[in-house]
């Protein structure tokens, strides 16, 4: 039921009386108000300023939905008293009784302020109440002023006659209509007392006093042109304002009440710009929601930190909700371990808010007078038995540093230990994978749950030219980020968009057939081009030398284009052959993706370009060059050049149509080299320009802010280079194969591995020796890449990246592979059979140490970690949390005994709990594990 509902269907906002202040007692209140003003300007030195439809003027207030007020602006000196809302319930926006109050605003042009809760000064006032007093950050007044109404009904007659009076004041007109008539006041009435009970009693059956209170208004309606109770040619009086949100906001009514000219009525209301406005400030005007009680299921350390710390601020500073922003409600890891695992930094901000606010003049706060004793009543508010944090104590200022309870910590090594896999994190619209659309069948499985389609453009090597070093970077890094975007049940289309298409295929084309007459005949199957990249630079040597080779391979590129199918068998030759090349790298680095080349775009580029002509978005430049220009960057996107023909403007904006449209993608990523980002974000921006693309600051259709929905992103890397500081190329300055690049780390680890073989330090034999050098040196490779920022650069290094100590993926493999030895020991020394243990859930960990507290407390990160790579995709995330697991595991393994302990079985548990969170960092990275090196 809504607040206007909840106490008394005649009593609006439960206040102790059934009707608001009445005309007599709002004059005088608004009089009081105007000489507060007046006294409140004149102590702080400044004068005028204090009619009643004045503001503080902030820009904000002006976009919540209030004109500017008709009185002149106090004095930069002066403070201007304000007019609160206060005791705002969350779902404000829906409200019937703060939508009352927030359309007055806007048809008055009196701003609106938050005024917080005022439970302690009004305890008989249950709903929104309006308040005069100072504005926000003014302590001198001590607190808010009076109560100039509450109520819905009070509140809207309350505005009204103020703006009334400002308007006689300002005017001197007091002859023109006016704002609040003895007819409104009266419909104010029926409203309160006939039509919102009748809709009360509706909702319970009794629909015999609604049809009776809608005929009156319906018969009204007749006599004033359909558009208002009252007359006038606007539907937003203050009566039509207080009947409309009753029926659009009060509890829900029967379309069958509703005869067509209520049901106008009401659109007319509910599509006006003052509805969506009084919505939007009702919305800002809202406190955030209680903070949300703990959630034993969600495994974010983050989260409940968050939600003991929030629900402590809540209730020793109920206030706070309102003053706050909610980040501030947010807990922090501890940079310095030594203070801590997590701390709330709510103190000092909050103290400043409710000394600005006057709420510590109140009696119950009279002894909080710095920000520490802030912190001490927030600690005083966390119960000793709160399932997570203990060891609370105040640092600096008022920061409030905890310790995670080690039997919270325990409950989730066990509960890893039982799914076999670190808990994901509980994100909001969580999907499950469903069959994606047709291209791309050969993923996924049907389901009827609705999901988030991402698209991931990546690797996107060029057709007739080998992969060398420039295509790593974008090859490990999209496959990272496809497989973290499916460990969270998004749909993933993995997308290769290679260069298969242009004027350089004219050339190739007519090379083909002069150097392989054979296959040109027939007589082979596949023309044996060994190194494609000598085959491109002789291609593009003889264009160059020979004019008639030239001229030929111009035609083949009209021919191409026409659709010729010599051309097209040729091109389609040329494409296989580098399709065999590719997969020679993609097989090596375990990379699955889809080709969807330039190519198949061509059909679709002319279409696109009649879109943004149709829409009056194109800009034809000097030559005929189609163009569209964007916000914040001087260079146009050309979708059609001067002769017709088309380029990578054009088929990028022809891809990013068929995958939001076609594909249904909700989420595009573009990973490419970070010289591309200007161009990508130019195609968002045109995207965006022609609607293709939602923002997240869209409002809906009644002028709610929506969430994005949709979100593109370019992820750009920097370049690999030498040991020069230049590109990565050979010694005789050609660019580096990446199948010699990837095959030389697996030689050189295969090298060491045989070495450790030879001195007796290796536990594998002959035959898994190459195995397991391919694993180590391909993760070598992908990890040396993706545990840095992908925008900046790096020097290639095998010596540092075959590394076995610090951070690399040899460090970590070897890590991993100890741990696993250590469990196969307690096995086949001490009959402890880790996984026996797991079958029969006999999985009591117990984290006693300070190292085993440790290596528990670093396990739990896993789910925050993956949350914090979800807002920027960047795999080093999981890079550094698998680094610091290791790192604290082998802390573990040194300072406690496991084999023959005491706690052996617990510790093995424990090891066994680190491997299969390594193992799935290993995954999300790519990167094969092996279990004993």
Not at 731 to 755: F, K, N, P, Q
Request: contains cysteine.
């Amino acid at each position: 039921m809504s607040n206007d509902d909840k106490t008394n269907t005649n009593n609006e906002g439960g206040g102790g009386e059934s009707k608001g202040p009445s005309k007599k007692e709002l004059k005088k209140l608004a009089k009081k108000a105007e000489k507060d003003a007046a006294k409140a300007a004149a102590k702080q030195g400044g004068g005028g300023g204090g009619s009643a439809g004045g503001n503080t003027g902030a820009a904000d207030k002006t976009k919540a939905g209030a004109a500017k007020p008709t009185s002149p602006p106090a004095a930069a000196t002066a403070v201007t008293p304000e007019f609160l809302l206060a005791n705002v319930p969350s779902d404000g926006a829906s409200d019937p009784c703060t939508l009352k109050a927030c359309m007055a605003s806007v048809l008055f042009s009196i701003s609106l302020s938050n005024g917080g809760a005022c439970a302690d000064e009004l305890p008989f006032v249950r709903g929104p109440a309006l308040l005069y007093g100072p504005p926000a950050g003014d302590s001198s007044g001590g607190g808010s002023g009076p109560v100039l109404a509450f109520g819905g009904n009070g509140i809207l007659k309350a505005l009204a006659l103020l703006a009334e009076r400002a308007r006689c004041n300002d005017h001197g007109n007091v002859e023109s209509a006016p704002v609040m008539s003895a007819a409104m006041d009266d419909w104010l009435e029926f409203e309160r007392c006939r039509l919102r009970p009748a809709v009360a009693a509706a909702s319970s059956g009794d629909s015999k006093a609604l049809e009776s209170a809608l005929k009156v208004v319906e018969t009204a309606l007749e006599s004033h042109s359909g558009v208002s109770v009252v007359g006038g040619n606007s539907p937003l009086t203050a009566a039509d304002a207080a009947i409309s949100l009753t029926l659009l906001h009060g509890p829900t009514i029967d379309d069958r009440f509703l005869s067509p000219a209520l049901r106008s009525y009401l659109q007319l209301a509910q599509t006006s710009p003052a509805y969506r406005r009084a919505r939007s400030l009702a919305a800002r005007l809202s406190p955030p929601p209680p903070p949300p009680p703990l959630d034993p299921t969600d495994p974010s350390l983050l989260h409940a930190t968050s939600s003991v710390f929030a629900t402590a601020i809540h209730a020793a500073f109920p206030a706070a909700l309102s003053l706050l922003d909610a980040k501030l409600f947010e807990s922090f890891k501890c940079k310095d371990i030594k203070h801590g695992d997590y701390q709330c930094n709510a103190a000092m901000p909050l103290f400043q808010k409710l000394k600005a606010s006057g709420a510590l003049n109140r009696p119950k706060y009279s002894d909080v007078k710095t920000p520490q004793d802030v912190a001490k009543k927030i600690i005083e508010a966390i119960p000793e038995d709160n399932p997570v944090v203990e060891g609370l104590t105040v640092n600096g200022p008022g920061f409030i540093m905890s310790r995670v309870k080690k039997e919270f910590l325990e409950t989730w090594v066990q509960d890893l230990l039982v799914r076999g896999a670190p808990c994901k994190p509980h994100l909001e619209g969580k999907t499950r994978r469903r069959s994606p659309p047709p291209s791309f069948s050969s993923q996924g499985e049907e389901t009827k749950e609705e999901v988030e389609v991402v698209v991931v453009d990546f690797s996107s090597p060029n057709i007739a030219k080998e992969m060398h070093v420039g295509h790593l970077r974008s090859t490990i890094i999209g496959e990272s980020v496809c497989r973290i975007l499916e460990y969270l049940d998004r749909m993933v289309l993995r997308v290769n968009h290679v260069g298969d298409w242009g004027t350089q295929f004219g050339m190739l084309i007519q090379y083909l057939k002069e150097e392989y007459p054979d296959f040109q005949n027939g007589d082979e199957g596949m023309p044996n081009i060994t190194d494609l990249t000598q085959f491109y630079k002789n291609a593009k040597q003889r264009f160059d030398e020979n004019p008639e080779f030239k001229k030929i391979s111009q035609l083949n590129v009209v021919k191409l284009q026409a659709g010729d199918p010599e051309c097209r068998r040729i091109w389609q030759v040329l494409c296989d052959v580098s399709r065999k090349e590719f997969e020679k790298v993609y097989d090596r680095l375990d990379i699955a993706v889809e080709e969807c080349g330039e190519s198949f775009y061509n059909d679709k580029i002319p279409p696109v370009i009649e879109e943004f002509e149709t829409k009056g978005l194109i800009r034809v430049e000097d030559g005929g060059a189609k163009c569209v220009f964007v916000d914040k960057y001087k260079v146009p996107l050309m979708l059609q050049k001067s002769d017709g023909g088309y380029g990578y403007d054009s088929t990028d904006m022809a891809a990013i149509k068929y995958r939001l449209e076609e594909l249904k993608a909700k989420h595009i990523v573009y990973i490419t080299d970070f010289t591309q980002g200007d161009h990508f974000q130019m195609v968002f921006a045109a995207a965006r320009k022609i609607g293709w693309v939602r923002d997240g600051d869209d409002e809906d259709d009644e002028g709610a802010i929506t969430a994005s929905s949709h979100r593109l992103d370019h992820i750009g890397f920097g370049t690999v280079q030498g040991e020069d500081g230049k590109r990565f190329k050979t010694r005789s300055g050609d660019t580096v194969r990446l199948v010699d690049l990837l095959d030389e780390a697996v030689s050189r680890m295969e090298t060491s591995l045989r070495e450790r073989m030879t001195e007796g330090k290796a536990n594998i034999s002959e035959e898994e020796l190459h195995a397991t050098a391919s694993a180590m040196g391909y993760g070598a490779v992908k990890y040396f890449d993706l545990r840095r920022n992908p925008t900046s650069n790096y020097i290639f290094s095998y010596d540092r990246m075959l590394d076995t100590k610090g951070n690399t993926a040899i460090y970590l493999l070897y890590a991993h592979a100890r741990l696993e030895s250590i469990i196969a020991k307690g096995k086949a020394d001490f009959n402890v059979d880790v996984d026996e243990l797991i079958s029969s859930k006999k999985t009591k960990v117990v984290l006693g140490h300070k190292s085993e507290r440790n290596l528990g407390l670093h396990l739990q990160f896993f789910a925050d970690c993956i949350e914090e790579t979800l807002k920027d995709l960047y795999p080093y995330h999981v890079c550094d949390f698998v680094y610091s697991l290791s790192n604290a595991a082998s802390e573990f393994v040194t300072q406690c005994k496991v084999l023959g302990s005491e706690e052996m079985e617990s510790r093995l548990l424990l090891c066994r709990a680190t491997t299969l969170t390594m193992r799935q960092c290993f995954h999300l990275l790519g990167i094969r594990h092996v279990m004993r090196i």
